[in-house]
């Protein structure tokens, strides 16, 4: 048998190869397209609890890209009082194989992958269901995933206004430096829910609550506003999506009854939000195989839980460039 090397990259590795933000969302965009067009496999993630979800636990994404030639899986923890320790709530390892003959790839730090690509999908999502003048953002959570959040939708909508708000008064006014400074505008750390959301054009919701709790209320939303609710545990109430026109996910296979965890999990598990009244998966839009928008005066729910296709597009977009760079190590298999 011929020796089997991967291609390992490390975070070092991962932050010299320093993805553009049009990188990113091209590799993201790509994955969808492949989903909404049929090219693809996506198995719902599975959890593992070491000892209870308030406290932390790992997700475990697993996919297939086949215009990419990828099948990955990516484990990633998420436990909420890693800061007290000096490390992110969130990291994460992600390993491409060939789909063909099942052969290792590459291992690949992803947690900036996890942080980028959520980052991406929002900001997607926006691109298809946000109107197409929203000035105003407002963003609840400062954890990983939020920074990508806030910096790719300014990339694409150029905001006016950008309003931050998390529980921690230093989480958040760091958070709101740490984009004013990147972002070259002002970033406003507010101190409360409705200051944060009340008549913002795109509202995202990426807390992270020990267990859930409706600190969003339905009537902060302005009519024909995009919502964006997340985290792990819901921070939205019930009636969120009553006044919703269109409602959009990035996979129902992940959104459907019977699973834990999830921001609308609450929604789907009393029916509220269900296949039938679903308007469509982001990658059918992102495929033209439904339409997004179709006026300003829609209001509409895009929920995502996490693609593992995204994670192994932009593992396959960081391999090919660490090519062109001769950055990372191989690593001996077998």
């Known amino acids: 048998m011929a020796d089997i090397s991967i291609s390992y990259l490390n975070g070092p590795d991962v932050e010299r190869l320093a993805l553009t933000d049009d990188e ?16 693809t496999v996506i198995e719902p993630r599975v959890h593992l609890i070491p000892e209870s979800s308030a406290k932390g636990h790992f997700n475990v994404l ?33 390993n491409l194989f060939d789909p ?10 992803a947690t900036g ?10 900001a997607l999502g926006a691109k298809h269901l946000a109107r197409k003048d929203s000035r105003i953002l407002g963003h609840i959570g400062a954890r990983g995933t939020a920074y990508w959040n806030v910096r790719l939708l300014d ?5 006016d206004e950008i309003r931050v708000l998390s529980r921690r008064p230093e989480s958040r006014d760091g958070f709101a430096e740490r984009l004013s400074r990147d972002l070259g505008k002002p970033v406003v750390a507010t101190e409360d829910w409705e200051t944060c959301v009340r008549g913002a054009d795109i509202v995202v919701e990426a807390s992270r609550l020990p267990e859930p709790a409706p600190l969003l209320k339905t009537g902060w939303i302005a009519k024909g506003a995009l919502v964006v609710p997340y985290g792990t545990m819901s921070a ?13 996910v990035d996979d129902w296979g ?15 598990d009393s029916g509220r939000l269900s296949e039938e009244n679903l308007h469509a998966e982001l990658g059918q839009i992102v495929a ?8 300003d005066e829609e209001t509409i729910l895009f929920w995502h839980r996490g693609l593992s296709l995204s994670d192994i597009a932009l593992g396959h977009a960081l391999l090919e460039k660490a090519a062109r760079l001769g950055v990372g190590q191989t690593l001996r298999f077998a």
Do not use: W
Request: hydrophobic share 45%.
């Open 24 to 39: 990113i969302l091209a590799a993201v965009e790509q994955a969808l397209h492949a989903q909404g067009s049929g090219r």
């Open 62 to 94: 697993r996919g297939v890209v086949k215009p990419l030639g990828v099948a990955g899986v990516k484990v990633v923890g998420d436990f909420v009082d890693n800061y007290k320790r000096g490390l992110p709530s969130e990291m994460a390892v992600l």
């Open 100 to 109: 063909e003959t099942g052969m290792p790839k590459a291992f690949i730090d």
């Open 113 to 122: 992958i996890t942080e980028m690509r959520t980052g991406a999908v929002t």
């Open 155 to 159: 990339r694409l909508f150029d905001f």
């Open 236 to 248: 939205v109430e019930l009636s969120l999506t009553d006044i919703m026109d269109k409602m959009v």
């Open 254 to 268: 992940q959104c459907r009854k019977g699973l834990p965890f999830g921001a609308l999990r609450a929604h789907v």
């Open 288 to 295: 033209g195989l439904r339409p997004g928008r179709e006026s």
